[in-house]
């Protein structure tokens, strides 16, 4: 569920960059193949960025994991000692 609203306001916002890059250049009705480029631009670095995110997110997740099993290690270790 969080992957579709995660997509979905990706191609807002993407669509809402792309808009207002038109609207700011105001040639978009002589040259409508012109809008692609930076419409593409913007949509990938919105997708990197959203990759990006959840890559940290999950190497957070594993590292905090593995020093928490260390801890447990560490401690039946001892306990046996």
Known sequence: MRKVINWCAFIILAALSGAYYMFLTSS???HPTGTSVPLGLSALS???LNVDKEKNQVHSYNNEYRRKQRELLKSQQGERS
């Open 28 to 30: 978009y009705c002589l």
């Open 46 to 48: 919105l997708w990197y």
